[in-house]
């Protein structure tokens, strides 16, 4: 089973902000490993280098908790999957053109969704409402 995750779940798995007591529960009690892109790779890495600069974590934790992310996918915690960036891109399309002007979703909300889609991944894990709205209406259970 595939279960994609989008940068909030691994923000909140690395940098402890409000939901991640949740998560490490939920992981817990799951064995599945979280499946990402190298779209997500980025996002997250520049995610924990702008809370540092924001002051939102110390001095040198963006780089702590990137290599923490490191050993979890070193260890297969996290297994990186590499999609077309095309297709990829032409599956956001089709998710925007059908979802955005109702629902309003963000361009890289789209492209998790969609690279999701393409890895056929049956859930999806994030925080994001809106997101899960736009998982959902694809077909992405979304276990938390």
């Known amino acids: 089973m595939v279960t994609s995750a989008d940068t909030s779940i691994l923000f909140s798995l690395y940098a402890n902000d409000a939901h991640t007591s949740r998560l490490l529960a939920w992981l817990a009690a799951h064995s599945t490993a979280i499946t990402v892109t190298p779209l997500t790779e980025f996002e997250l890495h520049n995610a924990l ?3 540092e600069f924001r002051g939102a974590l110390a001095a040198g934790e963006a780089i702590t908790f990137w290599r923490q992310f490191e050993e979890d996918r ?3 915690r996290i297994v990186r999957r590499v999609c077309n960036l095309a297709t990829v891109l032409d599956e ?3 998710l ?3 979802h955005t002007i109702a629902h309003g979703h963000r361009s890289f909300d789209i492209l998790h969704v969609a690279a999701a889609r393409v890895m056929d ?8 409402e809106n997101q899960q709205q ?3 209406a694809e077909g992405l259970a979304l276990p938390l």
Request: net charge negative; proline share 0%; glycine share 4%.
């Open 134 to 136: 736009l998982a959902a």
């Open 49 to 51: 280098r702008f809370a």
């Open 96 to 98: 925007s053109a059908a």
């Open 121 to 128: 991944a049956e859930q999806f894990l994030t925080f994001d």
């Open 74 to 76: 070193d260890s297969g």
């Open 92 to 94: 956001a399309t089709r």
